[in-house]
């Protein structure tokens, strides 16, 4: 592919696809055996590209990166209702959201510049109440995306016509860099404008102000160390911490190898995971600091509350049936194998009531090894099947383990070979550990019903949801030859009748 495309663009041209599927005999041989040498074969690959480009010399450019290509009109109307086409559902959403956080932004700011405060503290003021006003709106938006339970029955609703399901953490992350840049937007104006020109007014222009700071002009230590201060302070540490945690560098280092000592353990999978359970301290500083913030007397307007307390309900509300959920779906362990390329497949039975489907995803849970941690992994038994069972790559620091306690203690110690694909792994000396199974939770690959025509691309480990896909497929066939063939018999063809 990199041959057809000399300019580094990241795709090719419909012509170009054809050109490399459906050239002349002398350039392709699909019965020629691929081992007929490195040379012939980038020769073939050359080839193509060149035919391709004699085949439409008005559509390309001098050969090599970056090369000029001439302007087509009808070209570039067809990329642009291609792009339309696939990402209107992200572009409402976005703007949607753009738009509310600018008429919050401006109304709040708007309130506050006739404000008597905006005579002593000047535009500092309204720009950190209208930066506050859209970080209320994603602190609440932000929970949204990642409430899975609920996003799992909405793809399965008109919802999904609408919505981006599929890039749900995509926004989850665009929102979160939204809170950030509010947090400076927000602090840095109180911080470094607002409150010393509060301090260094004079008594004719604080006086207006004493009812709401008290009767002497207040310090700035008097200011951080208030409970507005003090709430402020510590949800930018954590937050800090959390969203740095977060980064992906970090998040997918793994443990102790990446950083340097002492900073080993700042990375990994895990610490993502701990410090992002901060947040709940985060939530509740928010609605501390949201009802005593400064200017404001009447409890109707103190509305941080009113933002925050449907999501994060039904965020508390989805993890707590989670983990009850969890507990009654402990699965009993029947067959472990470790096949070529660390791969580990666990099966294990089917809890009553456990219904997904083809595509999903759950979360597993080794108590032997954190009561805490919870792992995402692609189902790749089929709906049809009485078991469930899933591939695990062992790559990281929860991972080695886990197959750690499989393979070296609940194993034979004179294990003499991997299993294949279809084998069965050596019995186990002791009871294996309990697992514990939260989900199902949808998928992008779910839907895969809704086409008639079905591409599977999978590398690696990334092949895992294709695995049920087809068995659900294979399960499907045989169950329609099996009623077409009880269809012919004489019998129920006169039941029919």
């Not at 102790?256 to 995971?273: D, I, V, Y």
């Amino acid at each position: 592919m990199e041959e057809l495309d000399p300019e580094g663009l990241g795709y090719i041209e419909l012509w170009q696809l054809e050109a490399l599927l459906l050239q002349r005999d002398a350039y392709m041989s699909y019965s020629r055996p691929l081992s007929s040498g490195s040379g012939s074969a980038a020769q073939w690959s050359q080839d193509i590209a060149d035919g391709g480009a004699q085949e439409k010399p008005a559509t390309t450019a001098a050969p090599g990166r970056g090369g000029w290509r001439r302007w087509n009109p009808r070209r570039a109307a067809g990329r642009a209702r291609v792009a339309a086409e696939e990402n209107w559902r992200r572009a409402w959403v976005l703007a949607l959201w753009v738009a509310a956080m600018a008429a919050l932004f401006a109304w709040r700011f708007a309130q506050y510049r006739r404000s008597v405060a905006f005579e002593v503290m000047g535009y500092c003021l309204p720009t950190a109440k209208g930066a506050a006003e859209t970080l209320k709106l994603n602190m609440a938006l932000v929970l949204l995306p990642v409430c899975r339970i609920t996003l799992t029955r909405l793809r399965s609703s008109w919802a999904r016509f609408l919505v981006p399901l599929d890039d749900c953490i995509a926004f989850h992350k665009v929102i979160a860099m939204a809170i950030a840049a509010g947090i400076c937007l927000h602090a840095g104006n109180h911080l470094a404008c607002d409150f010393p020109r509060l301090i260094a007014s004079s008594p004719g222009e604080y006086r207006p102000l004493a009812g709401f700071f008290g009767e002497e002009r207040p310090t700035y230590r008097s200011l951080l160390s208030g409970v507005v201060g003090v709430t402020g302070v510590v949800m930018v540490v954590l937050m800090a911490v959390s969203f740095t945690l977060a980064a992906r560098p970090l998040r997918r280092a793994p443990t102790r190898t990446r950083l340097p000592s002492p900073l080993g353990h700042l990375a990994g999978f895990n610490a993502f995971w701990y410090s992002h359970h901060l947040l709940v301290v985060v939530y509740l500083l928010l609605l501390v600091h949201g009802w005593f913030i400064f200017l404001v007397t009447k409890w109707y307007q103190r509305t941080t509350w009113m933002y925050i307390a449907v999501p994060f309900a039904l965020h508390v509300g989805e993890r707590t049936l989670r983990a009850l959920r969890s507990k009654a779906y402990a699965a009993k362990i029947l067959k472990v194998c470790l096949l070529p390329g660390n791969v580990l497949t666990i099966t294990m039975s089917k809890p009553c009531g456990f219904r997904y489907r083809s595509g999903q995803y759950v979360f597993l849970q080794c108590p032997t090894i954190s009561p805490f941690e919870w792992h995402p992994f692609s189902i790749t038994s089929a709906p049809g099947d009485d078991y469930i069972s899933v591939h695990i790559q062992t790559r990281g620091d929860w991972t080695q383990e886990l197959k750690h306690i499989f393979v070296e203690n609940y194993f034979s110690p004179c294990l003499p070979s991997r299993a294949s694909f279809g084998e069965l792994g050596m019995p186990e000396q002791k009871s294996p550990p309990r697992l514990l199974v939260d989900g199902p939770y949808g998928a992008p690959a779910q839907d895969f019903r809704n086409y008639d025509v079905l591409l599977l691309v999978g590398l690696g480990i990334g092949a895992t949801p294709f695995i049920s896909i087809l068995r659900d497929l294979l399960n499907n066939i045989k169950l329609a030859d099996e009623l077409m063939v009880r269809s012919d018999e004489p019998n129920n063809i006169v039941q029919c009748r």
